[in-house]
């Protein structure tokens, strides 16, 4: 830490100073009584670090967990103590499933008043140690900066993750001459000569190969040596749930991702595989399709795992091989790794390939509306670099199955299937990127749980588009009903506003399309729209998925 200053200073300004020091530059949240003394060193920041005022709190979450997506350092939500606490809360638990840097400051009840049930008071500690790499309270304001410092070394550390820091008001409130303390230092594991030579033999000994890639903490550096890899030894690579933008999708290697509503050849492929290596991937339950197409704990495959956090190998499967390393030290070894023979599983990948353009073929006799074809052609006049952000819900199995990601950093997905994230992640997306295409993607249902924020969107004037997938009914868990009580649907239908007339009330675009002929000179003055925009899409409700109906 560096010397005591010798300027007096307020909790809040130090916990400012401690995030600017550690390269934060935006927040979001609601602001709240508790952490008076933060907004104001805010004032003092601007514009070097911005405060996005938000109008619910899980919307704030959801927004600085999108923004570490595109930046890697962990993103910053502001919530008051109690009942903005739990509203952050499922934020948390996104960040948590999605491996992403990530750390929400609560303002607490002040510490004399705390244990007697004071105004909103909760234990934040106990209440989130479950759900966060770490959750504490700090005591004193002299702790501020050693706190923040480990808050982001622990996000970061290993398996990147969340953290919960609580500051009682009167902390906040309380001067000091503390010093900043030294930004957090990232921790690189790398893998060993003998990881890699291990890895070569393992590789050079296989029939039908696959690499499947996921997780965080990815670069533009670390894909582009991915997919040289990838080419010099003809290897077919599966995207993990919801990372299908760390290999251009267009390139011939790219054969398919496992995500919910996927391709069961592509599941098949998986499972007759007998080598795997897998690199940021910790295999979960939708990218092993409920751990059938990996077998738990002991895979039928050969099975190379790297990831960065070494709790995570073992923990389920058990690897062969398991390499502790972050994404960019092993891509960097896998360059330094003589390329194998490929030519006897040249087949493999073709019939992979060959497999994964057939499934983005559109369905014949679909709706007028064939949500399908709309996403086929956003695909195609949408920029290489424009971001994608969607949340949950059936409506997403079109736009995975149906959109090309071909850059880093376009895909902005919650691993954690929470509904609300599309318009949230593209706000942020946004903020980041002002300069770049974002669109958010949403069923009626996810957009309606954050819709508040679409307010934050025309506050910032952020030029985005909001795809809306209406069919009236929570779509994915109607499906489910209907395979286990058939004609039975019960608390699944939904009235809704009418979505272009709300966007209008903001002085915003709308407008609604209802057949395949309106929806590209529908997208294009939606995109065209000098503010935010909604395009709303009404779905024919039978349609369920791509392949279900009613």
């Given at each position: 830490m560096n010397p005591q200053s010798e300027k007096l200073r307020n909790g809040g300004q130090i916990l400012v100073a401690a995030l600017r020091v550690n390269g934060t530059d935006?927040?979001?949240?609601?602001?709240?009584?508790?952490?008076?003394?933060?907004?104001d060193a805010f004032l003092d920041e601007t514009p070097a670090l911005r405060f996005i005022v938000c109008?619910?709190?899980?919307?704030?979450?959801?927004?600085?967990?999108?923004?570490?997506?595109?930046?890697?350092?962990?993103?910053?939500?502001?919530?008051?103590?109690?009942?903005?606490?739990?509203?952050?809360?499922?934020?948390?638990?996104?960040?948590?499933?999605?491996?992403?840097?990530?750390?929400?400051?609560?303002?607490?009840?002040?510490?004399?008043?705390?244990?007697?049930?004071?105004?909103?008071?909760?234990?934040?500690?106990?209440?989130?140690?479950?759900?966060?790499?770490?959750?504490?309270?700090?005591?004193?304001?002299d702790q501020i900066p050693e706190y923040v410092a480990r808050a982001y070394q622990i996000a970061m550390h290993g398996r990147p993750g969340p953290v919960m820091l609580s500051i009682p008001e009167d902390v906040l409130?309380?001067?000091?001459?503390?010093?900043?303390?030294?930004?957090?230092?990232?921790?690189?594991?790398?893998?060993?000569?003998?990881?890699?030579?291990?890895?070569?033999?393992?590789?050079?000994?296989?029939?039908r190969p696959l690499m499947i890639v996921g997780g965080g903490g990815w670069t533009a550096h670390d894909v582009a040596g991915l997919a040289k890899f990838a080419q010099q030894n003809g290897l077919p690579v599966v995207a993990g749930f919801r990372c299908q933008d760390l290999l251009d999708n267009r390139d011939p290697h790219y054969i398919g991702d496992m995500s919910l509503g996927g391709s069961r050849p592509l599941a098949a492929r998986l499972a007759q595989a007998d080598f795997l290596l897998v690199v940021g991937d910790r295999l979960g339950e939708v990218t092993t399709r409920a751990y059938t197409s990996v077998r738990c704990p002991d895979p039928a495959q050969v099975l190379v795992h790297v990831h960065p956090g070494s709790d995570e190998l073992g923990r389920v499967y058990n690897a062969h091989l398991p390499i502790n390393a972050t994404v960019g030290t092993f891509v960097d070894a896998l360059q330094r790794l003589a390329p194998v023979e490929s030519s006897r599983w040249s087949s493999w990948l073709a019939e992979g390939r060959a497999a994964y353009v057939e499934f983005q073929k559109p369905k014949q006799n679909a709706p007028?509306?064939?949500?399908?074809?709309?996403?086929?052609?956003?695909?195609?006049?949408?920029?290489?670099?424009?971001?994608?952000?969607?949340g949950a819900g059936n409506c997403n199995i079109w736009l995975h199955r149906y959109f090309s990601?071909?850059?880093?950093?376009?895909?902005?997905?919650p691993q954690s299937g929470a509904m609300g994230y599309g318009l949230s992640a593209a706000i942020a997306a946004k903020l980041r990127h002002p300069d770049r295409t974002v669109v958010g993607f949403a069923g009626d249902g996810c957009f309606m749980m954050a819709s508040p924020d679409f307010a934050t969107a025309v506050h910032y004037g952020l030029k985005l588009m909001v795809l809306v997938a209406n069919n009236a009914m929570y779509g994915s868990i109607r499906m489910h009903q209907e395979r286990q009580f058939p004609g039975r649907p019960s608390g699944t239908s939904l009235t809704n506003p009418d979505f272009v007339q709300l966007a209008q009330s903001y002085g915003a675009h709308g407008e609604r399309v209802e057949s395949d002929a309106e929806f590209p000179a529908a997208l294009e003055r939606a995109l065209a729209a000098e503010g935010p925009a909604i395009l709303?899409?009404?779905?024919?409700?039978?349609?369920?998925?791509?392949?279900l109906s009613l």
């Amino acid at each position: 830490m560096n010397p005591q200053s010798e300027k007096l200073r307020n909790g809040g300004q130090i916990l400012v100073a401690a995030l600017r020091v550690n390269g934060t530059d935006t927040v979001f949240g609601v602001p709240g009584e508790s952490a008076l003394p933060i907004f104001d060193a805010f004032l003092d920041e601007t514009p070097a670090l911005r405060f996005i005022v938000c109008r619910h709190e899980a919307n704030a979450a959801h927004m600085a967990e999108a923004d570490a997506k595109l930046t890697g350092r962990p993103g910053i939500c502001m919530a008051s103590r109690g009942p903005g606490a739990m509203h952050a809360a499922i934020g948390v638990h996104t960040a948590w499933q999605n491996s992403t840097p990530m750390i929400l400051i609560v303002g607490q009840a002040p510490r004399v008043h705390l244990g007697r049930e004071a105004f909103q008071e909760m234990d934040l500690v106990k209440a989130f140690a479950g759900s966060t790499k770490w959750a504490a309270e700090i005591g004193h304001p002299d702790q501020i900066p050693e706190y923040v410092a480990r808050a982001y070394q622990i996000a970061m550390h290993g398996r990147p993750g969340p953290v919960m820091l609580s500051i009682p008001e009167d902390v906040l409130a309380a001067t000091s001459a503390v010093g900043d303390a030294e930004p957090f230092k990232i921790l690189t594991p790398a893998p060993t000569a003998h990881d890699m030579a291990q890895l070569h033999d393992l590789l050079q000994a296989a029939q039908r190969p696959l690499m499947i890639v996921g997780g965080g903490g990815w670069t533009a550096h670390d894909v582009a040596g991915l997919a040289k890899f990838a080419q010099q030894n003809g290897l077919p690579v599966v995207a993990g749930f919801r990372c299908q933008d760390l290999l251009d999708n267009r390139d011939p290697h790219y054969i398919g991702d496992m995500s919910l509503g996927g391709s069961r050849p592509l599941a098949a492929r998986l499972a007759q595989a007998d080598f795997l290596l897998v690199v940021g991937d910790r295999l979960g339950e939708v990218t092993t399709r409920a751990y059938t197409s990996v077998r738990c704990p002991d895979p039928a495959q050969v099975l190379v795992h790297v990831h960065p956090g070494s709790d995570e190998l073992g923990r389920v499967y058990n690897a062969h091989l398991p390499i502790n390393a972050t994404v960019g030290t092993f891509v960097d070894a896998l360059q330094r790794l003589a390329p194998v023979e490929s030519s006897r599983w040249s087949s493999w990948l073709a019939e992979g390939r060959a497999a994964y353009v057939e499934f983005q073929k559109p369905k014949q006799n679909a709706p007028a509306l064939d949500l399908g074809r709309a996403i086929l052609h956003l695909r195609d006049v949408l920029p290489d670099d424009a971001i994608v952000a969607n949340g949950a819900g059936n409506c997403n199995i079109w736009l995975h199955r149906y959109f090309s990601y071909r850059q880093h950093g376009t895909q902005v997905a919650p691993q954690s299937g929470a509904m609300g994230y599309g318009l949230s992640a593209a706000i942020a997306a946004k903020l980041r990127h002002p300069d770049r295409t974002v669109v958010g993607f949403a069923g009626d249902g996810c957009f309606m749980m954050a819709s508040p924020d679409f307010a934050t969107a025309v506050h910032y004037g952020l030029k985005l588009m909001v795809l809306v997938a209406n069919n009236a009914m929570y779509g994915s868990i109607r499906m489910h009903q209907e395979r286990q009580f058939p004609g039975r649907p019960s608390g699944t239908s939904l009235t809704n506003p009418d979505f272009v007339q709300l966007a209008q009330s903001y002085g915003a675009h709308g407008e609604r399309v209802e057949s395949d002929a309106e929806f590209p000179a529908a997208l294009e003055r939606a995109l065209a729209a000098e503010g935010p925009a909604i395009l709303e899409l009404r779905l024919d409700p039978n349609q369920l998925t791509p392949d279900l109906s009613l």
